[in-house]
């Protein structure tokens, strides 16, 4: 009697979507429980909506554009687990508040944006905005740089990490620029949506 080959395994498919935020203090949580972290919180959101997706948290405080550019190799080959299926980009807040020439950070994140490219994995680039301190022209070479690049990688942009939450006394800690639990949780709310046009197909 000849018998039937066993059913493809369904394992892989069955595995949670892996996300990789690669990020500054942003996106590490700085100030904040472990539980009411940016990667956390996301995590949570997307998977009560019955989603299966474990975000990685890649975040690094201090981090500038240029130290995103220097660790993403080794970041990428030291997820456990193997590698991610998707990447959110959360960089150069930093640069802007240190006054980095905008050409430096541009050039940074599109060298992360090109290798993230080759190796075929779908970005949601998270702009951010110079600080209105910066003067005109600073501000408007800086804020610049999210479009452009979006536009000539080909990747989702999701305009302004800190939509709806920057200049908050309410939603941020003391220090005026990191989120609080309740201002990381405006952020997700208002950024899960492009999170998931991101995994869309990805199965």
Same mark, same amino acid.
């Given at each position: 009697?000849?018998? +039937?080959?066993? $059913? $493809? ?6 595995? !949670? ?7 500054? +203090? ?9 539980? %009411? +972290? ?10 009560? /909506? ?10 690094? +405080? ?5 130290? =995103?550019?220097? *660790?993403? #190799? ?6 456990? #687990?193997?590698?991610? #299926?998707?990447?959110?980009? /959360?960089? =150069?807040? &930093?640069?802007?508040? *240190? ?14 944006? =090109?290798?993230?490219?080759?190796? &075929? ?11 209105? &301190? ?5 501000? /408007? ?6 479009? *452009?690049?979006? /536009? ?11 939509? =709806?939450?920057?200049?908050?006394? #309410?939603? &941020? %800690? ?18 899960? !949506? ?8 990805? *199965?």
């Amino acid at each position: 009697m000849a018998l +039937s080959p066993p $059913p $493809p395994s369904t394992a892989a498919a069955s595995d !949670p979507l892996r996300v990789l935020a690669f990020g500054d +203090s942003l996106t590490a949580g700085y100030g904040l429980p472990k539980a %009411q +972290s940016f990667t956390a919180q996301l995590e949570r959101a997307l998977t009560d /909506e019955g989603l299966a997706v474990t975000v990685i948290d890649a975040g690094v +405080s201090g981090d500038t554009s240029a130290g =995103g550019r220097a *660790r993403l #190799d080794w970041t990428l080959a030291g997820t456990a #687990d193997g590698g991610p #299926d998707a990447v959110i980009v /959360e960089l =150069g807040a &930093n640069d802007a508040l *240190r006054g980095i020439d905008p050409r430096t950070t541009y050039d940074n994140l599109d060298a992360i944006l =090109g290798e993230l490219k080759r190796r &075929n994995l779908p970005v949601l680039l998270a702009g951010m905005r110079a600080p209105p &301190n910066m003067g005109a022209e600073y501000t /408007e070479a800086f804020d610049g740089i999210y479009p *452009r690049l979006a /536009e000539k990688h080909g990747v989702a942009l999701y305009p302004f990490f800190l939509d =709806g939450v920057a200049a908050d006394p #309410d939603l &941020n %800690q003391a220090d005026g620029i990191h989120p609080n639990a309740r201002g990381v949780a405006v952020i997700v709310k208002r950024m899960s !949506p492009a999170v998931k046009v991101l995994l869309k197909g990805l *199965r």
